[in-house]
Nanobody, 116 residues
Framework: QVQMVESGGGLVQPGGSLRLSCVAS????????MAWYRQAPGKQRELVAR???????MYTDSVKGRFSISRDNGNNTVYLQMNSLKPEDTAVYYC??????????WGQGTQVTVSA
């Protein structure tokens, strides 16, 4: 069973930065595109960023230029560097395989709160 464990969230002021990490287990990690998703209170889960097996990246418009996704296949880990954070980035962040691929079990996620 594919499982994800996210970490690195926290409380940060607007304009601050955080780096999220996600370790995947139970899968041949480097065979799949991976993605970060987020879910804000009262909203549906949305795709934030994705990275291909060859490390090509794609971002939702609201985070372009501020967030950067990367992967370390040797450690089954995907990262999300978040800079210039805004209050509207507040959400629980999850990682999983990219859309269009069989999803693994959703982890607990990691809470990101952007507030003064």
């Amino acid at each position: 069973q594919v499982q994800m464990v996210e970490s690195g969230g926290g409380l940060v002021q607007p304009g601050g930065s955080l780096r999220l990490s996600c370790v995947a287990s139970g899968t041949i990690f480097n065979l799949y595109p991976m993605a970060w998703y987020r879910q804000a209170p009262g909203k549906q889960r949305e795709l934030v960023a994705r990275i291909s097996t060859g490390s090509s990246t794609m971002y939702t418009d609201s985070v372009k230029g501020r967030f950067s996704i990367s992967r370390d296949n040797g450690n089954n880990t995907v990262y999300l560097q978040m800079n210039s954070l805004k209050p509207e980035d507040t959400a629980v962040y999850y990682c999983n395989r990219a859309p269009g691929y069989p999803l693994g079990s959703w982890g607990q996620g990691t809470q990101v709160t952007v507030s003064a």
